[in-house]
């Protein structure tokens, strides 16, 4: 079998050539802790814009780097898988952390994160009334949250897709078991909250991307987990949502959704843009086998009122949880951390 994890000897000249200045580097060091704008680069760094999209467009071209759109604005992260990263990782590793230029590059960096922490801030204040009103109607969120990691397992797996990641917190919620993630989500405001939290929360092996839920922009990679939690319900075809998850399933993968059971709350329609009152179990697993998957879990949290009775007054919360029926002929399941 060919050996991925090798490089050449000219891909290795060629990757230590790209690295091997002193701006190029410096931006791989922050391009490793996180996703980062050319404007936002060029405040850390003190550098002209086209001297710093030059050494980027090199770092790219290199393979040390990934970019990707959201909306006008053009974000770089360092690569975080394959030989490339690890070298990238190596030479980082290697660093003297307390290194004058390192750490000023560092404490600008917390600087630009404190500010888009509070204009997360303000986004998440602004809207906050309406979020809360939304989760007083239904169980509460540990409950959804504990049954979702039950669901899926303690085993660590690679890669994770959170669909209409919102704030961020199931990425967080997953953290201990992926080695990498994404999160999408239609929205910048949303994205720039799910960024605050993520930072906060010190994941850096999770990127953030907005993209439709009908044509997801990840082509050619797969998920061992896919996500959508409390989404389809905004969405006017489901099922449509539920095929393009499907496709970006790795062998064996496995879809999890949650959503509202079937109710008839009409304030959420009237005044929260719910397109759908929830969904019945034999709507949803019908949708996913028509995907294609097999459904393997089903659940259904009813909120208990203090009297141990279902609280007639919150909704009920379903969960499903589907599998890509190929077989995964290699099973690499690392162990990672947060």
């Not at 230590?16 to 936002?40: H, I, M, N």
């Not at 780097?65 to 053009?74: N, T, V």
């Not at 660093?95 to 600087?111: A, I, T």
């Amino acid at each position: 079998m060919l050996d991925t994890t090798r490089l050449k000897l000219d891909e290795t000249v060629s990757l230590l050539r790209a690295a091997g200045e002193q701006t190029r580097l410096r931006l791989l060091v922050l391009l490793s802790k996180g996703d980062l704008t050319v404007s936002e680069l060029i405040d850390i760094l003190g550098q002209s814009q086209p001297r710093i999209s030059r050494h980027l467009k090199l770092l790219t071209e290199a393979g040390l780097l990934e970019r990707y759109q959201e909306g006008a604005w053009a974000y770089f992260r360092a690569v975080d898988n394959g030989p490339a990263a690890a070298l990238v990782n190596d030479l980082i590793s290697r660093m003297d952390n307390n290194d004058q230029q390192v750490l000023r590059d560092s404490e600008r960096l917390e600087e630009l994160r404190s500010r888009r922490a509070a204009r997360a801030a303000d986004y998440f204040s602004t809207n906050a009334d309406s979020w809360d009103q939304i989760r007083s109607f239904h169980v509460d969120d540990d409950l959804v949250e504990a049954a979702m990691l039950e669901m899926v397992g303690n085993t660590p797996f690679q890669n994770m897709l959170d669909i209409g990641t919102g704030t961020g917190r199931v990425l967080e919620l997953f953290a201990p078991h992926y080695a990498h993630a994404v999160g999408l989500d239609g929205s910048r405001d949303m994205l720039a909250v799910a960024r605050a939290n993520l930072d906060k929360a010190g994941l850096s092996r999770v990127q953030t991307r907005q993209g439709d839920v009908y044509m997801l922009p990840m082509a050619g990679d797969r998920f061992n987990l896919v996500t959508i939690h409390q989404v389809l319900h905004y969405l006017d075809d489901p099922a449509a949502a539920i095929r393009e998850a499907s496709k970006a399933l790795a062998p064996s993968g496995q879809l999890l959704i949650v959503d509202f059971a079937p109710h008839d709350l009409d304030i959420l329609r009237e005044e929260h843009a719910h397109l759908r009152l929830g969904f019945s179990n034999e709507q949803m697993c019908s949708w996913m086998e028509e995907a294609g998957l097999e459904v393997i879990e089903t659940r259904k949290l009813d909120a208990i009122s203090t009297d141990g009775e279902r609280s007639e007054k919150k909704l009920s919360v379903s969960l499903w949880l589907a599998r890509d029926q190929r077989l995964q002929i290699a099973d690499n399941q690392p162990t990672t951390s947060a």
